[in-house]
């Protein structure tokens, strides 16, 4: 039974962010078919976050109205959108239109807020719906959470998303004298199988969480509190004699001293409302990088590189996430400073990745096989270690209460809300991040 809840809890948490982190691992090859080019992700980022008003007003329902909300109707309500969004996808999402004199992908963008409004909803609907259960499964609901990111990348992989190579090619010059003038272009390899079929997988992903929701409502409630109190329960009645009354005065006693001796053991650590904001502070930096401020750039940061590192940072970071909470659940360090190191380390990790994006076209070792390795391990590293934080922060908060998790993802949110608002003008009004072909591209040594 507890290893049905588990199964269950995992492909839940599957619908988390499937869709969303989906299309992240199909961006190299999105990339070079919609008018955006490299800004595109910056697009992304805005739109994903503008789909916060989802949270807001499930948040603002908790507090207005406590315990009025259906969290189990919402939950399927959201899934059935993200079927339904996954699907238009596969049809719409290279259609264009004219805007303001410019071709944009439009279709793309509108499936985009409600595969969002999905997403961002679920870090307050999801995580307070696993309250249910107890807290053994939080954490594997955070695999489940990780792998929505894990098995797109390893679809993305198999897929050969955005592979490239550099080609010779000629074209006859301007003027008169038809003279052949050679030059390098940027070719594109098919992938192994398209877009549609990509988009086909995620909207099977969302069909399984929606099964897993429903295969949760339906567990018998009276299963943790059997299997989990039954020795807590029992200990009192055996240890005291209904026939012996200096035994039953005993156990009572013992009983009692047992409870007290029990209590420091059994609470949990009591954090000040200093800590709890702090917490909370962790929780909205660690998601302004991991979901907007860096991932507005990584194109600027990986495409210099060329198509594989881009291809290989976006799905091999996608390992990281799952890889993380799988550690966290047989290592798990509730010390805030231990979380802070870690915290910092992935924001040095962040910082490379953001200075390779500044200096684009021409970031450090471009051309040589170490300077891809490095931009992918740091896009790796950054993503593992700040998956880490976010993982013990969830299971502290879920321990506290329901109201602390249901604020642990509204910090999320708004961390990624101005992480997403702070890069969109410096990508796309003050052009500070420039692209380039990586075959045409000429860098000073």
């Not at 272009?185 to 877009?195: D, E, G, K, V």
């Not at 929606?210 to 240890?239: C, F, K």
């Not at 930096?285 to 979901?291: D, E, F, K, P, R």
Request: with cysteine; hydrophobic share 50%.
């Amino acid at each position: 039974m507890a290893l049905r809840v588990h199964l269950l809890a995992c492909a839940f948490g599957l619908g988390s962010w499937v869709a969303v982190n989906g299309l992240w691992v199909e961006l190299p090859l999105i990339v070079n078919a919609l008018p955006e080019g490299w800004e595109l992700p910056s697009y992304l980022t805005v739109i994903i976050q503008l789909a916060n008003l989802g949270p807001l007003l499930v948040t603002l329902m908790h507090k207005l109205r406590p315990g009025r909300l259906n969290e189990r109707a919402v939950i399927y309500s959201v899934l059935s959108i993200g079927i339904a969004s996954c699907i238009l996808l596969v049809f719409f999402w290279d259609k264009t239109t004219v805007v303001a004199g410019a071709s944009r992908s439009t279709a793309f963008f509108i499936i985009t807020f409600f595969l969002s409004l999905v997403d961002c909803t679920s870090s307050v609907t999801f995580l307070p719906f696993m309250m249910q259960l107890p807290a053994k499964y939080i954490t594997t609901y955070f695999i489940g959470e990780g792998l929505s990111g894990f098995i797109p990348g390893v679809i993305a992989l198999a897929q050969g998303v955005g592979m490239a190579k550099c080609v010779n090619s000629s074209h006859t010059s301007g003027n008169h004298s038809d003279e052949e003038v050679w030059s390098l272009q940027t070719q594109y390899l098919p992938p192994n199988f398209s877009t549609e079929v990509f988009f086909s997988f995620l909207a099977a992903m969302m069909c399984i969480s929606l099964a897993a929701s429903i295969g949760l409502n339906r567990l018998p409630r009276t299963y943790d509190l059997s299997t989990e109190n039954l020795v807590q329960d029992t200990v009192g009645p055996i240890s005291s004699g209904l026939d012996n009354p200096a035994a039953e005065t005993d156990g009572k006693k013992n009983e009692q001293e047992g409870k007290e001796k029990s209590k420091p053991l059994l609470a949990e650590p009591q954090y000040s409302i200093s800590k709890l904001v702090f917490m909370y502070l962790l929780v909205a930096w660690v998601n302004a990088l991991t979901n907007g401020l860096l991932p507005s750039v990584q194109t600027y940061s990986c495409m210099s590189y060329g198509n594989l590192a881009y291809h290989l940072s976006a799905a091999l970071a996608s390992v990281a996430n799952p890889v993380a909470c799988t550690i966290a659940m047989f290592f798990q360090s509730r010390s805030l400073m231990f979380l802070c190191v870690l915290t910092v380390l992935g924001s040095g990790f962040g910082g490379y990745n953001m200075a390779m994006a500044a200096l684009s076209p021409c970031p450090l070792l471009r051309g040589s096989a170490l300077g891809e390795a490095i931009i992918v391990l740091s896009w790796l590293l950054f993503t593992g270690t700040l998956s880490y934080v976010k993982v013990m922060v969830g299971v502290i908060l879920r321990d506290r209460s329901h109201s602390a998790l249901v604020w642990c993802g509204a910090a999320a949110q708004v961390g990624s809300l101005v992480g997403s608002v702070t890069m969109f003008p410096l990508v796309n009004v003050y052009r500070l991040f420039k692209s380039g072909d990586f075959c045409n591209t000429e860098c000073p040594l």
